[in-house]
């Protein structure tokens, strides 16, 4: 079975940084063909994609975490990972791990159970 196991969310001041990461097992193919991505929601609101890397490792950032965040990925490791700096309150979320594989069909998409982030003075 596919398991996304997010880790590294945790309280934090506005301004400051926390790394998560993303553990994957269980997939019928290579994890480096995996599109991967982080989502998040806040209580009430939508879920929204933030970060996206691509089987190819081209990235992608919602505008509102542009420049701030940072997704990367050892594929050896089976391992994706958000770096986050200068957190803000509206970055309070849960934040979700999401692989998806387009071949011949399409894999996915899954999703991880969450990691909570808070960032509050």
């Known amino acids: 079975q596919v398991q996304l196991v997010e880790s590294g969310g945790g309280f934090v001041q506005p301004g400051g940084s926390l790394r998560l990461s993303c553990a994957a097992s269980g997939f019928t193919f290579s994890f480096s063909s995996y599109d991967m991505s982080w989502s998040r929601q806040a209580p009430g609101k939508e879920r929204e994609s933030v970060a996206t890397i691509s089987n190819g490792g081209s990235t992608n950032y919602a505008d509102s975490v542009k420049g701030r965040f940072t997704i990367s990925r050892e594929n050896a490791k089976n391992t994706v990972y958000l770096e986050m700096n200068s957190l803000k309150p509206e970055d309070t979320a849960v934040y979700y791990c999401?692989?998806?594989?387009?071949?011949?069909?399409?894999?996915?998409?899954?999703w991880g159970q969450g990691t909570q982030v808070t960032v509050s003075s």
């Open positions: 999401v692989a998806v594989r387009n071949g011949w069909k399409t894999w996915g998409p899954y």
